[in-house]
């Protein structure tokens, strides 16, 4: 039940650097995030066991120890959750804090040379200038409550760069602590951007500056990453999917433009049975009664002088028919997310045509 | 409408070192290969999703039963060689690569050559009579060929841009003898990378730049992307030769650890007369695939051979091509070539792959570098990302690298001191009776905890407030999460540090182990 779940949301924007200025987004979207997942109709985490730290918590500074939130600083959230654990364990049940932990770490980040398969984000006091990268790993911090076994489900995502930079010296305050059974503990990692890449924000259309893994990632918690075997969930796998298959709608129309296209990452094991449910969509009275129905997409086509005026069958990803149309230019449709085919009057070829996000199309 | 039946169809891609990827219309993915690949599925609409180095093209297809092969339409790639069709690419460019191996050389030596052909890019040609409001910079500013001492034999700001004012290309063909050099690179900030480019008897090392300027109009050449071929002189350079496709597409493999070897090329790699660049890539492919198996439980293509066999037999083809080669003998120290007279090395190899295996190797042998050698003086300087090794040169960089890792190795050192791990007793086996005993109590136990958790509640204390202690936002008042200070005197420490300590000390700092093994040495005198 969400009443054990947890969660701590991090937005670093301002830094102590001026080589780190400029970010935009990473409030905007830590922010979008706590909000889903504190909202009963998102992750329904209790306020009091989700923490939101930003920049804009903290006063201006211009000095590395006035710089806030640093990484002991912020280490104080992820202490608190085995502060937890060490009381659950001194009551004698067991150091299990919760059912679910969501880390979620937005703002300037890379990855180690040495170590390029985890992630960290950049804190306050960090200066690239002398080499002093202070820093939170999140792969190290979600691991670290994966081993403890914490957590039954512990989904971390975070929306920072991952260019290759040296830290030789990892900040990794913990000691390891290996719970038995904690193979059992289901992980999901997504990120924004792969290794050695750089993530991506802009000012959308609504004229706030967003990353567009961030917006992908919640636009599918919220239902487009819904399970179309499952229409009121939204998966482990299908949130996976999505996030790859949604991230180039949310792209700026100048990295649509360009030939190696900015990507996500996402990490989860993926073998039979391992799939669990991240989100509920619906009220509890449409999934009983299982009135939870895929978000339809509004899909034009725009049809050649040739075509107008013909029967067309609109096919589902199985082929079957599912529509029947007289072609107009423009005509408007509205379909789940998938693939389909276009089959029109006289034609031997079927059409085939995608549906992944806002503003779908085809021309025939 | 689909009747579950499967349907076999084959799709090709151009390129045979390919990703291909198969979605089904719910945006799963079904099926996956490399260059050519059978796929067997119920009828219906699928995507196809194929990458080639860094970028990808996505079809949408319709699987009904009789369907012909899919032949996929090449990728464009962005690389610094100029591809035809290739996105930052002009025409006069694809001409200025073609003759380049051909144009008169300048004589440094003989017996070998380099060929280094720069090239700006802005954007598409201006429209005829367009007028450019000022020139644009020297493409090879900033950039010479210097000899392992530092001497530099040739300055490319000084090569003779042809008479064309918009996103000019210069040409550097340089008779040479063969051994190593640098190619050095000044950054915006006056500082100075380098790399080693070995020259091999008989080839010409040809490399290809491009200066970016679609952006950033100041932008510098990109030595990070950098195209690296070995060619023969008489071979001129084609801009549709598939053959440097696959070049390029391995280093962008090896540099994002993605699969690239299907069974054409695997074969391909181990011919005597395959691309030394082609082979020296895929054998760095063919370690890093065995080592991504050993972290999966299948991997993406069962090798037929061991990878190990595969790079010996491509090391003896690269001695035979190239003669004695840092990157071949990295290759041949990883693979356990048991013909590898060890030597140690003077050079730098010139992928960053390599250095990383002479990194391990150090671990074993810590004499792999010659001392007071480039290659032993580059580890603590390495600079950049990419699949070519960089380091900074020491005079223009002002941060002291040495003290840098030696500072970092002084906390490590701290954190090994304060780590030590007490032994404890191991129990001994106990008897039938005991072990009966210790079943039964661990059972009485655990449902003792059982019912425990289902009537105590966990505890769900709220987060502490950071920003109500806003008003100590120092480093020093967070005391209790501090990182331990190194001690100022590291004798006793650095006399304690064991063999394995030093091997984790190298290995963390990515600093070659006899450069730690002195550095220790040095604090105890």
């Given at each position: 039940m969400a009443k054990d779940d947890w969660a701590i949301v991090i937005g670093i924007k301002s830094y102590f650097d001026p080589a780190l200025a400029g970010l935009q987004g990473p409030e905007n979207d830590a922010r979008e995030f706590y909000d889903w997942v504190v909202s009963p109709a998102g992750g329904a985490v209790p306020k009091p066991q989700a923490e939101l730290i930003l920049s804009s918590d903290f006063p201006p500074f211009t000095t590395v120890p006035g710089a806030m939130p640093t990484a002991l600083a912020i280490t104080k959230a992820f202490q608190h959750l085995r502060d937890i654990a060490e009381a659950n364990g001194q009551k004698g049940i067991g150091r299990t804090v919760g059912r679910r932990l969501y880390l979620f770490l937005s703002g300037h980040g890379f990855a180690p040379a040495r170590s390029d398969d985890l992630t960290?984000?950049?804190?306050?006091?960090?200066?690239?200038?002398?080499?002093?990268?202070?820093?939170?790993?999140?792969?190290?911090?979600?691991?670290f409550f994966w081993r403890a076994r914490f957590f039954e489900q512990i989904l971390l995502f975070m929306d920072c760069c991952r260019s290759i930079m040296d830290c030789a010296q990892l900040y990794m305050p913990f000691?390891?602590?290996?719970?038995?059974?904690?193979?059992?503990?289901?992980?999901?990692?997504?990120?924004?951007?792969?290794?050695?890449?750089?993530?991506?924000?802009?000012?959308?259309?609504?004229?706030?500056?967003?990353?567009?893994?961030?917006?992908?990632?919640?636009?599918?918690?919220?239902?487009?990453?819904?399970?179309?075997?499952?229409p009121s969930e939204v998966t482990a796998e299908s949130l996976r999917d999505q996030i790859y298959t949604g991230f180039p709608n949310f792209l700026s129309p100048q990295d649509r433009q360009r030939v190696e296209r900015p990507e996500p990452e996402v990490r989860y094991e993926q073998k039979p049975g391992s799939n669990f449910t991240v989100a509920m969509l619906g009220s509890r009275l449409q999934r009983v009664f299982g009135r939870v129905q895929l978000a339809k997409l509004a899909v034009t086509l725009s049809v050649s002088p040739a075509h107008v005026g013909k029967r067309a069958i609109v096919r589902d990803k199985q082929l079957a028919a599912i529509a029947t149309l007289n072609l107009a230019d423009p005509t408007s449709l509205s379909l789940n997310k998938g693939l389909y085919a276009l089959e029109i009057e006289g034609e031997a070829e079927l059409v085939p045509f995608e549906v992944s996000g806002p503003g779908s199309g085809l021309r025939v | 409408m689909s009747d579950g039946k499967l349907v076999s169809f084959e799709v090709r891609a151009s390129d045979p070192g390919a990703e291909l990827f198969l979605v089904d219309g719910d945006f799963t993915l079904v099926d996956r290969g490399i260059g050519r690949k059978t796929f067997s599925v119920p009828s219906g609409v699928y995507k196809i999703r194929s990458r080639s180095g860094r970028t990808y093209a996505d079809r949408i297809v319709v699987v009904r039963e009789g369907m012909p092969a899919i032949l996929l339409d090449p990728i464009p790639l962005v690389s610094g060689m100029p591809f035809a069709g290739a996105p930052k690419t002009h025409e006069f460019h694809i001409d200025a690569a073609r003759t380049a191996p051909q144009q008169p050389p300048l004589a440094v030596g003989q017996g070998s050559g380099i060929v280094i052909v720069v090239r700006r890019w802005t954007g598409p040609d201006p429209a005829p009579g367009t007028a450019l409001t000022q020139p644009p910079p020297h493409p090879g500013r900033g950039l010479t060929l210097r000899a392992v001492n530092g001497a530099v034999l040739v300055d490319l700001a000084t090569a003779t841009i042809p008479d064309r004012g918009f996103d000019p290309s210069i040409v550097a063909n340089v008779s040479i003898d063969p051994g190593g050099y640098c190619l050095a690179a000044t950054l915006p900030d006056g500082r100075i990378v380098e790399q080693t480019l070995i020259a091999a008897p008989g080839w010409q090392t040809q490399v290809f730049l491009l200066v970016d300027a679609g952006v950033d109009?100041?932008?510098?050449?990109?030595?990070?992307?950098?195209?690296?071929?070995?060619?023969?002189?008489?071979?001129?350079?084609?801009?549709?030769?598939?053959?440097?496709?696959?070049?390029?597409?391995?280093?962008?493999?090896?540099?994002?650890?993605?699969?690239?070897?299907?069974?054409?090329?695997?074969?391909?790699?181990?011919?005597?007369?395959?691309?030394?660049?082609?082979?020296?890539?895929?054998a760095h492919l063919l370690l890093q695939e065995t080592r991504r198996a050993k972290s999966k439980p299948t991997p993406?293509?069962?090798?037929?051979?061991?990878?190990?066999?595969?790079?010996?037999?491509?090391?003896?083809?690269?001695?035979?091509?190239?003669?004695?080669?840092?990157?071949?003998?990295?290759?041949?120290?990883?693979?356990?070539?048991?013909?590898?007279?060890?030597q140690p090395f003077g050079l730098p190899p010139m992928l960053r792959?390599?250095?990383?295996?002479?990194?391990?190797?150090?671990?074993?042998?810590?004499?792999?570098?010659?001392?007071?050698?480039?290659?032993?003086?580059?580890?603590?300087?390495?600079?950049?990302?990419?699949?070519?090794?960089?380091?900074?040169?020491?005079?223009?960089?002002?941060?002291?690298?040495?003290?840098?890792?030696?500072?970092?190795?002084?906390e490590l050192l701290t954190t090994f001191a304060t780590s030590q791990v007490t032994p404890t007793a191991t129990p001994r086996a106990p008897g039938i009776a005991g072990a009966a005993w210790s079943a039964l109590s661990h059972l009485a136990e655990s449902a003792v905890k059982r019912a425990k958790v289902l009537f105590t509640s966990r505890a769900r204390p709220p987060f502490p407030k950071l920003s109500a202690e806003a008003g100590l936002p120092t480093v020093s008042s967070t005391a209790t999460f501090s990182e331990p200070d190194a001690p100022r005197d590291l004798t006793l420490?650095?006399?304690?540090?064991?063999?394995?300590?030093?091997?984790?000390?190298a290995s963390r700092l990515g600093i070659p182990l006899g450069s730690v093994n002195a550095w220790l040495e040095e604090g105890k005198q």
């Amino acid at each position: 039940m969400a009443k054990d779940d947890w969660a701590i949301v991090i937005g670093i924007k301002s830094y102590f650097d001026p080589a780190l200025a400029g970010l935009q987004g990473p409030e905007n979207d830590a922010r979008e995030f706590y909000d889903w997942v504190v909202s009963p109709a998102g992750g329904a985490v209790p306020k009091p066991q989700a923490e939101l730290i930003l920049s804009s918590d903290f006063p201006p500074f211009t000095t590395v120890p006035g710089a806030m939130p640093t990484a002991l600083a912020i280490t104080k959230a992820f202490q608190h959750l085995r502060d937890i654990a060490e009381a659950n364990g001194q009551k004698g049940i067991g150091r299990t804090v919760g059912r679910r932990l969501y880390l979620f770490l937005s703002g300037h980040g890379f990855a180690p040379a040495r170590s390029d398969d985890l992630t960290a984000l950049l804190t306050a006091e960090a200066t690239i200038a002398n080499s002093e990268l202070k820093h939170i790993v999140g792969p190290y911090m979600a691991d670290f409550f994966w081993r403890a076994r914490f957590f039954e489900q512990i989904l971390l995502f975070m929306d920072c760069c991952r260019s290759i930079m040296d830290c030789a010296q990892l900040y990794m305050p913990f000691e390891d602590e290996r719970a038995s059974g904690y193979d059992q503990v289901r992980r999901f990692y997504a990120f924004g951007a792969r290794v050695a890449k750089e993530s991506r924000e802009w000012q959308m259309p609504d004229g706030a500056y967003h990353g567009v893994f961030t917006r992908t990632l919640l636009d599918g918690l919220r239902g487009s990453a819904a399970d179309a075997r499952s229409p009121s969930e939204v998966t482990a796998e299908s949130l996976r999917d999505q996030i790859y298959t949604g991230f180039p709608n949310f792209l700026s129309p100048q990295d649509r433009q360009r030939v190696e296209r900015p990507e996500p990452e996402v990490r989860y094991e993926q073998k039979p049975g391992s799939n669990f449910t991240v989100a509920m969509l619906g009220s509890r009275l449409q999934r009983v009664f299982g009135r939870v129905q895929l978000a339809k997409l509004a899909v034009t086509l725009s049809v050649s002088p040739a075509h107008v005026g013909k029967r067309a069958i609109v096919r589902d990803k199985q082929l079957a028919a599912i529509a029947t149309l007289n072609l107009a230019d423009p005509t408007s449709l509205s379909l789940n997310k998938g693939l389909y085919a276009l089959e029109i009057e006289g034609e031997a070829e079927l059409v085939p045509f995608e549906v992944s996000g806002p503003g779908s199309g085809l021309r025939v | 409408m689909s009747d579950g039946k499967l349907v076999s169809f084959e799709v090709r891609a151009s390129d045979p070192g390919a990703e291909l990827f198969l979605v089904d219309g719910d945006f799963t993915l079904v099926d996956r290969g490399i260059g050519r690949k059978t796929f067997s599925v119920p009828s219906g609409v699928y995507k196809i999703r194929s990458r080639s180095g860094r970028t990808y093209a996505d079809r949408i297809v319709v699987v009904r039963e009789g369907m012909p092969a899919i032949l996929l339409d090449p990728i464009p790639l962005v690389s610094g060689m100029p591809f035809a069709g290739a996105p930052k690419t002009h025409e006069f460019h694809i001409d200025a690569a073609r003759t380049a191996p051909q144009q008169p050389p300048l004589a440094v030596g003989q017996g070998s050559g380099i060929v280094i052909v720069v090239r700006r890019w802005t954007g598409p040609d201006p429209a005829p009579g367009t007028a450019l409001t000022q020139p644009p910079p020297h493409p090879g500013r900033g950039l010479t060929l210097r000899a392992v001492n530092g001497a530099v034999l040739v300055d490319l700001a000084t090569a003779t841009i042809p008479d064309r004012g918009f996103d000019p290309s210069i040409v550097a063909n340089v008779s040479i003898d063969p051994g190593g050099y640098c190619l050095a690179a000044t950054l915006p900030d006056g500082r100075i990378v380098e790399q080693t480019l070995i020259a091999a008897p008989g080839w010409q090392t040809q490399v290809f730049l491009l200066v970016d300027a679609g952006v950033d109009p100041g932008a510098g050449v990109d030595v990070i992307n950098a195209a690296i071929t070995y060619r023969r002189p008489a071979e001129p350079f084609s801009p549709t030769d598939q053959g440097l496709r696959n070049e390029e597409m391995a280093r962008r493999a090896l540099e994002d650890n993605r699969g690239f070897l299907s069974a054409e090329l695997r074969e391909l790699l181990v011919q005597p007369g395959t691309s030394p660049m082609l082979a020296l890539l895929g054998a760095h492919l063919l370690l890093q695939e065995t080592r991504r198996a050993k972290s999966k439980p299948t991997p993406l293509t069962a090798p037929a051979e061991p990878a190990q066999l595969l790079v010996r037999q491509i090391v003896g083809n690269l001695r035979q091509s190239l003669g004695r080669h840092p990157d071949v003998e990295a290759l041949a120290l990883a693979a356990g070539d048991s013909t590898t007279t060890l030597q140690p090395f003077g050079l730098p190899p010139m992928l960053r792959a390599s250095w990383d295996l002479l990194l391990e190797a150090s671990l074993e042998w810590p004499q792999v570098f010659v001392p007071g050698s480039l290659a032993a003086l580059v580890g603590e300087r390495i600079w950049g990302e990419g699949s070519w090794l960089f380091w900074l040169d020491a005079k223009t960089d002002p941060v002291d690298r040495a003290g840098l890792w030696q500072g970092r190795a002084r906390e490590l050192l701290t954190t090994f001191a304060t780590s030590q791990v007490t032994p404890t007793a191991t129990p001994r086996a106990p008897g039938i009776a005991g072990a009966a005993w210790s079943a039964l109590s661990h059972l009485a136990e655990s449902a003792v905890k059982r019912a425990k958790v289902l009537f105590t509640s966990r505890a769900r204390p709220p987060f502490p407030k950071l920003s109500a202690e806003a008003g100590l936002p120092t480093v020093s008042s967070t005391a209790t999460f501090s990182e331990p200070d190194a001690p100022r005197d590291l004798t006793l420490t650095r006399e304690a540090v064991t063999d394995e300590q030093r091997k984790q000390l190298a290995s963390r700092l990515g600093i070659p182990l006899g450069s730690v093994n002195a550095w220790l040495e040095e604090g105890k005198q």
